[in-house]
């Protein structure tokens, strides 16, 4: 059902786990449809110093998670938030269709966790 | 790599003794039972030998009691539709409840919005019928009171010979899914206030493809296929030979097998169970804890989802299921685990093993060794998890 690509990223997580000082928090889904995930960053020089991300949901939900960071790290805020759940997808050799919704969150979690940082950002002006 | 495989819900092995019996009718004994030359003769004594086997295993009264189908599905179809069609004079009310098959639930669903009312009777956390519902449900206008035998997920065994007075009470006919019972739990059809009773071949090691319906004489029944008239015209089309030859074979095998195997089985499970929620924390068992199947262990695990866990214990060579959304075609999580309270998340951590013939106490212990290391990690990757159970 899997490509091999979101196997490895499944059994092999990049990336997992939490940020205590992050810069940008983003949480998307919702357990109740059974994928929940929370991307931490940190930013310096406007570009993604550190990411991390928490995740509860299927295969699919750990692997879009773990790639994310892998696409994001060391880019600038703004190529960061052209990154798009299709692009996640085509990094992972692509994913079931019944997936490409409820599971292919991580491009919004990361996006959510930018605009975070930007919002605390401009609070401290 | 080990292989384990607990997943016989979803599909069984079929027995060596059933497929050798089999054989001669794909390759030798060709005939149509409608024929009337030899060819055809013998083809029509397998299948009236074969419908005596079925008939003994349920203690059905007659072998024309049972028509041969291809599978619990159909079975489910033909009783709901072709009871709810040919007992119009009497009533459009049908009787279900929340945790039947979907080839129960779905085709309710396609009668009521013909016209047809039905009412879905809750179940307490455990999973059993709301019998006190059900006696205030029925009315003179329900014409069929239809409820599973054992249910296959959640392992609950229903008061099937209660529910069964219930309905008779009021004159409705009675009909029993015992697609996921048979051939582990002795059943009576006559002791058991059982009018219609539905079959599969594949989950008691017979072939796929074959089922069973038992219709009590007497039972009104309007057929759902049209055709040349087999099976007394409740049945069209050729009878499936080698799959109807198989299917007696299993069912004859179960009848003689099944009390040592389900002792065996029972043992085990509760080997299982016990060792799982000895082992990890927050682990809950889903369903009856002694009105269960034989075979069926099937636990929640707070913090985590199914399908990912699936995919970990596949990973090293052990086959489950889940109640998880994300396992379905549909994205809902298992109507059974809902009905029985659990939240949505909740149904998502549901983890369900169904054990088989060739399962053994070491198969067990390989998956009790896997298991908390699997949570564990699972649980880490987790936003979800209180910290203390990350340590």
Same mark, same amino acid.
């Given at each position: 059902m899997y490509t091999e690509k979101v196997m490895e990223h499944f059994r092999n997580p990049r990336?997992?786990?939490?940020?205590?000082?992050?810069d940008g928090i983003g949480t998307v889904g919702n357990p109740v449809c059974g994928d929940l995930m929370t991307i931490y960053i940190k930013v310096k020089d406007n570009k993604i110093a550190d990411i991390k991300f928490k995740t509860f949901g299927c295969g699919a939900a750990i692997a879009t998670s773990s790639m994310i960071t892998e696409l994001a790290k060391g880019k600038t805020l703004e190529e960061a938030m052209k990154i798009t759940r299709g692009n996640v997808a085509d990094s992972l050799g692509g994913l079931p269709t019944i997936k490409m919704?409820?599971?292919?969150l991580a491009a919004d979690g990361l996006h959510a966790a930018i605009e975070d940082y930007l919002k605390k950002k401009e609070a401290e002006k | 790599m080990r292989r384990v495989y607990m997943d016989h819900t979803a599909g069984m092995p079929v027995d060596e003794r059933v497929l050798e019996v089999m054989? +001669?009718?794909?390759?030798?004994?060709?005939?149509? +039972?409608?024929?009337?030359?030899s060819f055809g003769n013998e083809a029509r004594r397998a299948i009236d030998e074969s419908r005596s086997k079925v008939a003994e295993l349920i203690g059905?009264?007659?072998?024309?009691e049972i028509v041969f189908t291809s599978g619990g599905t159909e079975s489910n179809n033909l009783t709901i539709k072709g009871v709810a069609y040919r007992n119009k004079d009497k009533g459009n009310h049908i009787i279900t409840s929340s945790i039947e098959h979907m080839s129960v639930i779905n085709t309710c669903k396609h009668l009521s919005k013909q016209g047809f009312e039905v009412t879905y009777l809750p179940v307490d956390k455990h999973g059993t019928v709301d019998i006190e519902a059900l006696k205030k449900e029925i #009315?003179?206008? #329900?014409?069929l009171v239809s409820i599973m035998?054992?249910?296959?997920?959640?392992?609950t065994i229903e008061p099937i010979k209660e529910i069964g007075e219930i309905a008779h009470s009021k004159g409705a006919f009675f009909h029993v899914d015992a697609v996921a019972a048979a051939g582990q739990i002795p059943i009576n059809v006559q002791d058991e206030n059982i009018d219609l009773l539905s079959l599969s071949s594949n989950d008691m090691y017979g072939p796929r493809g074959v089922g069973a319906l038992y219709i009590k004489a007497g039972t009104r029944v309007l057929p759902i296929i049209q055709g040349g008239g087999q099976e007394r015209g409740l049945r069209s089309g050729t009878e499936n030979l080698p799959g109807i030859v198989g299917m007696g074979k299993a069912t004859e095998i179960a009848k003689t097998e099944m009390k040592p195997a389900a002792e065996r089985l029972s043992k085990l499970r509760d080997r299982f169970i016990k060792g799982i929620l000895d082992s990890i924390p927050e682990s809950y068992l889903n369903g009856h804890p002694t009105k269960r199947l034989p075979n069926n262990v099937n636990i929640r695990f707070s913090y985590i989802e199914g399908e990912s866990l699936i995919l970990s214990l596949d990973m090293e060579g052990v086959a489950c299921s889940s109640g998880s959304a994300c396992t379905s075609k549909t994205l809902e999580p298992s109507h059974a685990l809902l009905a029985i309270g659990l939240a949505h998340e909740e149904a998502h951590g549901s983890l369900l093993f169904t054990l088989g013939k060739q399962n053994t106490e070491e198969d067990v212990k390989y998956v009790l060794g896997l298991l908390p290391k699997i949570v564990k990690r699972l649980r880490a990757i987790s936003p979800l998890t209180p910290k203390e159970l990350v340590t």
């Open positions: 990336n997992m786990g939490e940020i205590p000082d992050a919704h409820c599971s292919n | 054989m +001669p009718y794909f390759t030798q004994n060709y005939g149509n +039972p409608s024929s009337i030359h059905a009264e007659k072998k024309e #009315t003179e206008k #329900t014409v035998y054992a249910n296959g997920e959640i392992g």
